[in-house]
């Protein structure tokens, strides 16, 4: 679990302002996924990438920018945070090489609050 | 796309009863169900999953059963304990496929003392 780490842990912005959670993994897992968790919504899919340099959207990217120019990096982007977009965020990694290549592991997760 | 129904939303149980939370998927493609754990305020963890060229496999008090004609899959816990207490999420991929999971909306398992 150690392996994969997000930044801040906790962050408070206000409407219209740009934020970035970070997230990091040592491992050189090429799958990255990033996710949203809000009360009776479950874990929903925002972005993930296959590799570096390649993303694709999940079921709510909207509002969200992605990038992975390093495959241990996948940061996540709110270009203009909406009070709809606070929630619980997990970043998650997987590895089609490993035995089990499916399973995600998540990291600790960044609560965001937008005013 | 994949869509995942857990239920029931919330299940109460007695420490030391059974609790069994169930799951349906609607992608016949499916083929690997984990099931993941998260206590209040911590990360989402693995605890088992099984591959569809099975119907059950087993870890100690948990074990997950699956029914690939009826497409769907169960996990069960038995003499449960308070540290059992957590969200349950079940999942459905494709192997080989993207490495995307579609999640159920988990369930609230709380085991009263």
């Known amino acids: 679990d150690a392996g994969i780490t997000q930044s801040p842990r906790y962050k408070i912005t206000e409407t219209g302002r740009q934020v970035t959670l970070m997230c990091h993994q040592t491992w050189s897992h090429s799958y990255m996924f990033w996710y949203r968790q809000d009360l009776g919504h479950g874990l929903r899919l925002i972005y993930y990438?296959?590799?570096?340099?390649?993303?694709d959207k999940g079921e709510v990217p909207d509002g969200y920018v992605v990038s992975r120019s390093k495959t241990e990096n996948f940061p996540l982007t709110l270009e203009s945070a909406t009070r709809s977009q606070t929630s619980v965020y997990f970043c998650?990694?997987?590895?089609?090489?490993?035995?089990?290549?499916?399973?995600?592991?998540f990291g600790p997760g960044t609560r965001l609050l937008v005013l | 796309g994949e869509n995942v129904e857990q239920h029931p939303s919330t299940l109460s149980v007695q420490e030391g009863d059974s609790a069994v939370i169930k799951c349906t998927y609607s992608?016949?493609?499916?083929?690997?169900f984990p099931w993941y754990k998260q206590e209040l305020g911590k990360r989402p963890q693995l605890i088992i999953d099984?591959?569809?060229?099975?119907g059950e496999k087993k870890d100690q008090r948990i074990a997950v059963t699956l029914n690939k004609t009826a497409k769907h899959f169960s996990l069960h816990i038995t003499e449960t304990q308070p540290e059992d207490s957590a969200v349950y999420f079940c999942?459905?991929?494709?192997?080989?496929?993207?490495?995307?999971?579609?999640f159920g909306k988990g369930n609230q398992v709380v085991v009263i003392p």
């Open positions: 999942a459905a991929s494709r192997f080989y496929g993207n490495n995307r999971l579609a």
């Open positions: 099984i591959r569809s060229n099975v």
């Open positions: 998650a990694s997987s590895d089609p090489g490993l035995a089990n290549q499916e399973t995600q592991y």
């Open positions: 990438s296959a590799a570096a340099d390649i993303t």
């Open positions: 992608d016949s493609a499916s083929n690997y």
